[in-house]
């Protein structure tokens, strides 16, 4: 377990004076507008001492923050999730949906050179390496690269294998950064991002100083230093000491008991995870409809965010990406009614059934979640048997094995959940979920221009998903950050999007 002395020794080689000494304790309110100065330290859970700075490998949500504070991706996630432009001034398509030419901004990597569409071609060849395993990589499969070329030093023009108006989103992927062309050694990573490399210990910390030639403008620090504590007591109790001014991914609890704090602020990015179960409709017994309406029925959602996330979350309606582009606001909260469940669970024959939900700690909150849920079920007919699996298989396992189980998922576009998950030949399809006309509406949703009708399909599927689907998306949680009372400029967005453990934007009053 780590100690907050055990903190403090993964601080670089730092000491408790050194550290004490440039933390912040006081109770100063942030600054009402920016001020320029400083090192912010930030603490995160880590990977230990196989870490390493490529941000085509980043996975765990420190690398995904180091990567954006080195680089830059062609467009990012905004508030709504939707794709926004950032070294991509702009994107248009032809009228076959099927090139893209994009133009590049003026921009330049630490080192001088400009950004060029020869980095974006090499960068985005470098993912889609099939000897390699990039996470881009499958949001970035439908590039046709042999045909694709650059136009001139700003401009690329990318030919894709089918239509997809929803290229951006791709642009926007998780890990899809651009790197200089022939980049391979990231020990002193080279970006065009806001902030400069100047020192890394893998499992310990990351140093990095302000780029003053950003193109959008310096950032208000100095410097930001990414310091690792996996524990979240000792990233909450270096906060509380003076040690970092940023604490990562607290715990509903936590958030609690320091609200109204002068010694922590809270800081929470509603929608930024959805808490689910997922039911796979390939098999007995949820290959009944009337039975996967009971499960929903049964689910009280209100006492699930309470009790699970300690009330920091919102109730959700069986559907994914509440609050972003394109979601169906209009659909009818569901609420619970046992009664119905009852009628409905003897409709289907299950009356006096055992199911096993599988659960694991492979992410927070699951757990707990199944064990609520099946006591909800209790007086149904329908007895849940709640059974914890190995967290290190847990997301392989239950994507084959099973017929109900726990389920998590971060932000992202309602498209990319829907391409990654609900179509007939989706890889990670976890509830089976496979209708011809279904896939027929996402083709048809990603080749429409108009943005009405687009909207339209999107909604028709999510009506589709939420009359017969195999999601029981009971919340919706909140991101929570802690930090020092006189930080200012930290944002509220969802996880995973741009805005999110952003420090360009971050300044120490």
Same mark, same amino acid.
């Given at each position: 377990m780590h100690t907050r002395r055990h903190f403090l020794g993964l601080t670089a080689g730092l000491s408790l004076a050194a550290l004490a000494g440039c933390g912040t304790t006081g109770a100063a309110p942030a600054a009402s507008a920016p001020k320029a100065g400083g090192r912010l330290r930030a603490a995160f859970a880590g990977g230990g001492a196989k870490e390493v700075l490529d941000p085509h490998l980043a996975n765990l949500f420190v690398e995904a923050a180091r990567s954006k504070a080195l680089f830059d991706k062609l467009a990012d996630l905004g508030p709504d999730v939707s794709a926004q432009p950032r070294l991509a001034e702009r994107w248009e398509p032809d009228a076959t949906l099927t090139r893209w030419r994009i133009t590049l901004r003026q921009a330049a990597f630490h080192d001088g050179r400009p950004v060029r569409a020869e980095d974006v071609l090499a960068s985005y060849a470098r993912i889609l390496d099939p000897n390699r395993a990039f996470r881009a990589k499958s949001s970035l499969a439908l590039v046709d690269l042999a045909n694709s070329r650059a136009v001139d030093e700003r401009t690329v023009e990318f030919a894709l294998e089918r239509p997809f108006i929803e290229f951006p989103n791709a642009l926007a992927a998780f890990g899809a950064y651009i790197v200089p062309a022939g980049a391979e050694d990231f020990a002193a990573p080279v970006g065009s991002g806001p902030f400069r490399f100047v020192s890394f210990e893998p499992g310990k910390s990351v140093l990095l100083k302000k780029n003053p030639d950003y193109w959008e403008g310096a950032p208000h620090l100095d410097e930001?230093?990414?310091?690792?504590? #996996?524990?979240?007591?000792?990233?909450?109790?270096?906060? +509380?000491?003076?040690?970092?001014?940023?604490?990562? @991914? &607290?715990?509903?609890?936590?958030?609690?008991?320091?609200?109204?704090?002068?010694?922590?602020?809270?800081?929470?990015?509603? #929608?930024?995870?959805?808490?689910?179960?997922?039911?796979? +409709?390939?098999?007995?017994?949820?290959?009944?409809? @009337? &039975?996967?309406e009971a499960m929903f029925l049964l689910a009280d959602r209100p006492q699930l965010v309470e009790s699970v996330l300690a009330g920091s979350g919102q109730v959700a309606n069986d559907l994914f990406g509440k609050g972003y582009q394109y979601y169906a606001d209009d659909i009818p909260q569901r609420a619970r009614d046992l009664d119905k469940a009852k009628f409905l669970i003897r409709k289907a024959g299950a009356e006096g059934l055992t199911v096993k939900l599988d659960t694991s700690t492979a992410a927070a909150g699951m757990v707990e979640a199944a064990t609520v849920f099946a006591d909800q079920a209790k007086g149904s007919g329908l007895t849940i048997e709640v059974v914890t699996g190995n967290k290190d298989s847990y997301w392989a396992d239950t994507l084959k094995n099973g017929s109900l189980s726990s389920f998590r998922s971060g932000a992202m576009p309602i498209e990319t959940h829907i391409a990654q998950r609900l179509l007939s030949d989706a890889g990670t399809n976890v509830t089976k979920w496979s209708r011809p006309e279904f896939d027929d509406l996402y083709r048809r949703?990603?080749?429409?221009?108009?943005?009405?009708?687009?909207?339209?399909?999107?909604?028709?599927?999510?009506?589709?998903?939420?009359?017969?689907?195999?999601?029981?998306?009971?919340?919706?949680?909140?991101?929570?950050?802690?930090?020092?009372?006189?930080?200012?400029?930290?944002?509220?967005?969802?996880?995973?999007?741009?805005?999110?453990?952003?420090?360009?934007?971050?300044?120490?009053g």
């Open positions: 930001l230093e990414f310091v690792i504590a #996996n524990e979240e007591s000792a990233r909450a109790n270096a906060l +509380l000491g003076g040690q970092v001014q940023y604490a990562h @991914d &607290l715990t509903p609890t936590t958030a609690r008991s320091h609200t109204g704090s002068d010694r922590m602020a809270i800081h929470r990015s509603p #929608n930024s995870a959805v808490q689910a179960f997922a039911m796979k +409709l390939d098999r007995p017994p949820f290959d009944d409809r @009337d &039975l996967r949703a990603v080749s429409t221009v108009d943005g009405a009708e687009r909207g339209g399909l999107y909604a028709e599927m999510q009506r589709s998903l939420h009359a017969e689907g195999g999601y029981l998306m009971w919340g919706f949680a909140d991101w929570i950050v802690g930090a020092s009372p006189n930080v200012g400029g930290i944002s509220t967005a969802p996880a995973n999007t741009l805005d999110w453990a952003r420090f360009d934007k971050v300044w120490l």
